[in-house]
């Protein structure tokens, strides 16, 4: 059982928890080729955030404007 981040209500026993990703990061990854001594990069995203939500609370964040999220993520700290 978890609590939900959207809705604040307790999830039900057995429930599936939704992980909605609120905040991300660039990262650089680096690679190395120890046979011909080559270094190279790649990039991408790193999770910074998550937040559980029971599938009523997913459905809330999906009906959300993208101002609304933000909005909601800052309350969050």
């Given at each position: ?76 700290a």
């Amino acid at each position: 059982m978890f609590k939900c981040a959207i809705t604040g209500k307790q999830s039900k026993p057995g429930e599936k928890c939704n992980r909605i990703v609120v905040a991300t990061r660039p990262r650089e990854y680096k690679h190395r080729d120890r046979e011909n001594e080559e270094e190279w990069f790649s990039y991408g995203n790193e999770i910074v955030r998550e937040v559980n939500a029971t599938d009523e609370g997913l459905a809330l964040w999906n009906e959300l404007t993208e101002e609304e999220k933000s909005e909601f993520v800052k309350g969050l700290a």
